[in-house]
């Protein structure tokens, strides 16, 4: 599987410490690696569909003190999606009032029909873009219909209804950024975790220091706004568990990439 990473704080804050700790795990998510840092509306991006701890750029970038508010990383492990640029994580994209949403996803969606229609639309051909350009016409939607923007707690009931419905069958570990409001979710025992720190809280699919990294809570859609929590979702009780059955279907898309 993909792993993520990913820091909310409300001052900037040197995490080059905690990438390299991240990146050095991508031994065994050879497909890929991104980073983005976040400031608003406005995403740095950086990417390559190769593994990290061989890229000579990623070595150069972490050389230089990354300070930041907020930031997201991933290794990917690729299930659906070929080995290329456009399948790496993180993705982004506008809404129509210009807010910026960027998503790192571990993960794979099994069944969920309203993504369907993302296929011939997105540049790649992941599941987890798709996740992104749904969750952003859902929001443009319901603005649309309130004739406004919505403010972050309307944001984030939408969100929450979204999960409860896509979590059913499907294996969702997130981070999104909204500009605004980081969302994290997880349906898979133990692979997320948060550390609070005094300089804001930070999540990783696994601990990657000494410090007090603990679980996130399961089946909830959380909200954090510059590293505080601000808002628990629904427990919709979808745990993700493997089956054979999925196990062979992921099998069979990998033997093909």
């Known amino acids: 599987m993909c792993e993520v990473f990913g820091i909310s704080s409300k001052n900037r804050f040197t995490i080059n410490d905690y990438l390299k700790k991240f990146y050095e795990r991508s031994n065994k998510h050879p497909h890929g690696w991104g980073l983005a840092c976040l400031d608003g509306t406005e995403a740095l991006i950086e990417k390559e569909p190769m593994q990290a701890s061989k890229s000579y750029y990623l070595k150069e970038r972490l050389s230089s003190d990354i300070s930041v508010k907020h930031a997201m990383a991933h290794i990917r492990y690729a299930t659906i999606g070929n080995v290329e640029y456009i399948n790496c994580h993180p993705y982004t994209k506008k809404d129509r009032n210009g807010r910026r949403w960027t998503l790192v996803h571990n993960g794979t969606i099994f069944d969920y029909a309203p993504l369907d229609k993302y296929v011939g639309i997105q540049t790649g051909s992941t ?105 628990t979702g629904t427990n919709h009780g979808n745990e993700y568990i493997d089956s054979e059955e999925n196990m062979k279907f992921l099998y069979q898309i990998f033997s093909n990439l």
């Open 127 to 231: 599941d987890s873009e798709r996740i992104l350009l749904y969750l952003v016409d859902q929001i443009d939607q319901a603005e649309r219909q309130a004739e406004r923007r919505l403010d972050a707690k309307e944001r984030f009931q939408i969100l929450d209804s979204i999960f409860v419905a896509m979590s059913a069958g499907n294996k969702l570990n997130m981070i999104i950024y909204d500009g605004e409001c980081m969302y994290v979710h997880t349906n898979y025992k133990k692979s997320l975790h948060f550390l609070e720190k005094e300089e804001g809280t930070m999540f990783a699919t696994a601990p990657l220091t000494r410090e007090g990294w603990i679980p996130l809570p399961m089946n909830t859609l959380l909200a954090y706004q510059d590293g505080r929590r601000i808002y």
